[in-house]
């Protein structure tokens, strides 16, 4: 399907001059523009787009797909921005409202640890009475018990309300952060950048400059951070590209993105409702992403929101990363997706290879830990 002669007559045989015209763009290396993206989505010429994304992805990737053995830690649900797409998110009064003690956290971490687990990946709720030392001690504590555990923790909202809490800049919370032992930022938060859509959704928590600046700022110290997108609720397509086109545009300067994340919503248990996006839609955001965002080396399909088998496929349309073994994911089985909370190493290395790539368990910096070929 990527064979490069072949790919050649795909482009030069589609019947569609627009088509042509990008798929030409993508065979001789040129980014491709807003336009082109959202021509790329409004296409249903499905095949076309898919096998142009994983013709990118092999020249970037090869066989090779990505796996992290991990954990998931969310020390709180409860939230006092309450947005209207989020599941997992309640009041402190909430009977579902839980908070987990330090003790609580660190046998996680222990049992991760264990297991040959090297990343906790933690984000919660902002809790109303967290104070800024509690995230700060948090990841001190998590590091000097664990030393060798890779500690992923707080997304952009959450560091954008550490510094409304502590008066602190973002740069000085995220030195601190660093010198406490964080040593990577998740990229939960950016839901969708525009203003509209976040009004609907989000319009109380960190906003796409906070977010993008947070991430600008922790590129700066060194600190590599992933992005996301969640997508299939109320935005256009166009809305979709505006995202990427910053994410983009923020890469080019910093080029601190390690991966982009696309992420289905899930309409289940929120004030928003809606419908689950279809698996035709989630496989072309993925192969758009691999074509527009020509300055990320790596492009998840996410296992929990998309299913273990979508993602399988995900695989051969543009992704090289299917996330990690996670162990207890709470937010999307909140929001009512169906697939387990977590998966054994070994189940993960199938899942990889049933899709026909080569696994590589990986760090959370990209580097291969070891390769199952
Ligand atoms: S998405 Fe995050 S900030 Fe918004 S309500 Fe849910 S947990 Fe809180």
Known sequence: ??????????????DNKELRFIGEKVLEGKRLSFEDAVKLFYSSNFNYVASLA????RKKNGMFAYFVVNRQINPTNVCIYQCSFCSFGVVRSDPRAYEMGLDQILKKVEETYNMGGREVHIVGG????????DYVNLVREVKRSFPEVIVKAWTAVEVHHMSKISGKSYEEIL???????????????????SDRVRKIIAPYKANAEEYLQVHKTAHKLGIPTNATMLYGHVETYEERVEHMERLRSLQDETGGFQVFIPLAYWPHGNRLGGRRTSSVD???????????LDNFEHIKAYWVTL???????????????LDGTIEEEKIVHSAGTSSAVGHTKE??????????KIPVERDTF????????
């Open 126 to 133: 902002i809790p109303p009475h967290w104070r800024y030392e």
């Open 54 to 57: 994983e013709h990118v992805n």
């Open 1 to 14: 399907m990527v064979d490069m002669a072949k790919i050649e007559i795909l482009v030069e045989r589609v």
């Open 282 to 292: 989630d496989l072309k955001t993925i192969a758009v992403a691999r074509l527009f």
């Open 307 to 321: 299913g273990e088998r979508i993602a399988q496929v995900a695989l051969n349309m543009g992704a090289d990363d």
């Open 366 to 373: 990209y580097k291969p830990v070891a390769i199952y070929a």
């Open 175 to 193: 030195s601190e952060l660093k010198e406490a032992g964080l040593d990577a930022l998740p990229g939960g938060g950016a839901e969708i950048f």
């Open 347 to 356: 189940k993960l290395i199938k899942l990889i290879r049933d899709a026909g």
